[in-house]
């Protein structure tokens, strides 16, 4: 069954009991206006007709449907003889890109693509390893689980290495820790750029890898 569009009421006959003009309005939801310019609504002399269905199309009505520019009027008679809608999906090209379709499963399928698009972009996280100097063996090691960790998860990583007062005097030592750790988590990551001196404070950013995120979480793990 073809989309019923939206057509705003005239003007005039007002049913008993309603407002006189200019008064308040009253609140009336009413019928909403299609997303897309449909059938009787596209303005367009001429549109380009796409589709996966035109064979279909063609043997119902009893004409080669194919890819092309097509008169407006010529294909708004054949989406009312096959009982779908005439759908303008490109209405800014020249000229204008239609589809003709079942207009209400076409937005049905347009909301689920869209649902899904944005169930599967996950949000990106900052985390932040902060390392001194002189940080051990086993400090940096349990540091550097939880870095495997985050980058499994699809998380970007920053990690700095904190000089405070005349340690300054180490960042060689800092940036050999940090050259270690991009190493340690080259299966999990690939660094923005190399360790850079920030005021007091050397860092690197691992981002995670776009392949293979869940192996090297497992691997983490």
């Known amino acids: 069954m073809a989309f019923k ?4 009421k005239p003007p005039g006959n007002r049913p008993p009991g309603s407002r006189p003009s200019g008064g308040p309005r009253p609140y009336n939801r009413g019928p909403r206006p299609p997303e897309h310019n449909i059938n009787s609504f596209i303005r367009a002399a ?3 007709l796409v589709g996966d269905n035109l064979q279909e199309i063609s043997e119902t009505v009893g004409e080669v449907v194919e890819s092309g520019v097509y ?16 759908v303008e999906i490109t209405p800014n090209a020249e000229p204008p890109v239609v589809r003709i379709v079942d207009y209400n ?7 689920k693509r869209e649902k899904e698009l944005k169930a599967s972009t996950a949000k990106v996280e900052l ?5 001194g100097p002189e940080t051990g063996e086993h400090d940096f090691e349990f540091k550097l689980r939880h870095a495997k960790n ?3 998860e699809g998380n ?7 000089f405070r007062g005349r340690a300054i005097v180490f960042k060689e030592r800092g940036e050999l820790l940090l050259l270690r750790f991009m190493k340690e988590l080259e299966d999990y990551g690939a660094a923005e750029q190399l360790p850079k001196l920030e005021g007091k404070r050397m860092m690197v950013i691992m ?11 497992k691997k983490a793990e």
């Open 127 to 131: 985390k932040e390893i902060r390392f």
């Open 105 to 111: 499963k076409f937005l049905y399928q347009k909301r």
């Open 150 to 152: 985050f980058l499994g």
């Open 156 to 162: 970007k990583v920053k990690a700095y290495v904190q």
């Open 5 to 8: 569009p939206y057509r705003p």
């Open 46 to 48: 001429e549109v380009r």
């Open 207 to 217: 981002s995670p890898k776009k392949s293979g995120s869940s192996a090297a979480k």
């Open 71 to 86: 008169s407006t009027s010529r294909l708004q008679k054949w989406a009312e003889e096959v009982g779908l809608d005439l």
